[in-house]
């Protein structure tokens, strides 16, 4: 079992950052691939990013490439997304979600999820 919790999010401008940061505890963080999911009013929940265990491979969204970073210290049980160049659209609920399988990208996928952390970008 791993129990995760996010933290980060918050109100920001349009064209602004946030890195929200996914606290992992339970069994050994290197044992899972990580993923950043999110949703947001009326919507599915909706992939962002994942990264491997040993940060070998990330995969993205395309609605988010090149804006967003994904990326994980396994010695502080972390996951973290950098989130620059936001826009009112990445609104959402960000959840961290945790896999057995080595690039997981489907919700199913992911065994343990977090609470989510709220996302808000203003114009």
């Known amino acids: 079992q791993v129990q995760l919790v996010e933290s980060g999010g918050g109100l920001v401008q349009a064209g602004g950052s946030l890195r929200l940061s996914c606290a992992a505890s339970g069994r050994t963080f290197s044992n899972y691939a990580m993923g950043w999911f999110r949703q947001a009013p009326g919507k599915e929940r909706e992939f962002v990013a994942t990264?491997?265990?040993?940060?070998?491979?990330?995969y993205y969204a395309d609605s988010v490439k090149g804006r967003f970073t994904i990326s994980r210290d396994n010695a502080k049980n972390t996951l973290f997304l950098q989130m620059n160049s936001l826009i009112p659209e990445d609104t959402a609920v960000y959840y961290c979600a945790a896999s057995g399988i080595g690039r997981p990208v489907l919700s199913y996928e992911y065994a343990y999820w977090g609470q989510g952390t709220q996302v808000t970008v203003s114009s």
């Open positions: 990264i491997s265990r040993f940060a070998g491979y990330t």
